[in-house]
């Protein structure tokens, strides 16, 4: 069985920082774009960072470029999302997902703002920032 795990999320205050893990299986995650998604209270789910390794192609949403970095360890199978300088607005459920295929001169940007052709949604992990 396909499918992505989500972990690491918590209660942390203003400024303050959580690495999130997600642990694919079933799979290599390196065959996949792996992205990180979020659902704030009371708003729409949006990309917050993804990532295709097969050839870098990297995207962060505008809120979070120079905070977050997303990264990977293909020993462990697991895509990680190091949020730095955390804030309330960072607050909300995230989302590990994956996608396999993409069109030739597709990339992860477009994926990331519309989750078009999604494969695989883990079960969210929330993260609470208090101010």
């Known amino acids: 069985q396909l499918k992505v795990v989500e972990s690491g999320g918590g209660l942390v205050h203003l400024g303050g920082s959580l690495r999130l893990s997600c642990v694919a299986s079933?799979?290599?995650?390196?065959?996949?774009?792996i992205g990180w998604f979020r659902r704030a209270p009371g708003k729409g789910r949006e990309g917050v960072a993804c990532?295709?390794?097969?050839?870098?192609?990297?995207y962060y949403e505008d809120s979070v470029k120079g905070r977050f970095t997303i990264s990977r360890d293909s020993v462990k199978n697991t895509v990680y999302l190091q949020m730095n300088n955390l804030n309330p607005e960072d607050t909300g459920i995230y989302y590990c997902?994956?996608?396999?295929?993409?069109?030739?001169?597709?990339?992860?940007?477009?994926?990331?703002?519309?989750?078009?052709?999604?494969?695989?949604w883990g079960q969210g992990t929330q993260v609470t920032v208090s101010s």
């Open positions: 997902a994956a996608r396999l295929i993409f069109g030739p001169d597709t990339g992860v940007e477009e994926w990331c703002i519309s989750a078009f052709d999604t494969d695989l």
């Open positions: 079933g799979f290599s995650s390196d065959h996949y774009a």
């Open positions: 990532n295709r390794r097969r050839d870098g192609d990297t």
